[in-house]
């Protein structure tokens, strides 16, 4: 995310929404489509590029970030996406689960833990339901369903 100013003289809004449509990026403009975006991309840093802590609660997280109470967040998010708050958040976090696993370097019972499952029960569980397969069956052929994380949630 960008915050863009520009000179009318030199450019108009229309040329660069082309030229940013040519790259297949969007302009927002709406205040809470842009909040939206901005929990999406929390979710993501929580989930995949910070180091995930989990005594942190992930609503805890955004309700800190936001300065905005929870439920709140949860039904702008809803109200703007395909798909739950919660939703979105546990498919990122099983999209982790798979890249750990690929690693091989931490036992199932660690990456529950470094994930903030209560246990490895609830973690398969979670797993088999939003990917349809087993975690043994997701270690034996790993590569041929994993997702780009700008496509989780979004429906493609």
Partial sequence: MIDL??????ITWKQIEAILDGYGFEIIRDKEKLLVEQIRQAVIDLVH???YNAMVRNSDY????FGMSYPYI??????????????FTILHKIEKVKELIEYGELTLSE???????????????QF???????????KITPANSRSGLDRL???E
Avoid at 5 to 10: A, L, V, W
Avoid at 62 to 65: K, T
Wanted: cysteine-free; glycine content about 8%.
């Fill in 5 to 10: 100013s520009h000179d009318p003289k030199k």
């Fill in 49 to 51: 590029n910070s180091t």
């Fill in 62 to 65: 955004l309700v800190e970030r």
């Fill in 74 to 87: 949860s039904t702008l998010f809803s109200k703007h996406e395909n798909i739950t708050l919660e939703k």
């Fill in 111 to 125: 990456i529950a833990y470094i994930m903030g499952y209560s246990s490895v029960q609830y973690l398969s569980t």
């Fill in 128 to 138: 088999k339901s939003v990917t349809g397969v087993s975690v043994t069956e997701y």
């Fill in 153 to 155: 949630g979004s429906g």
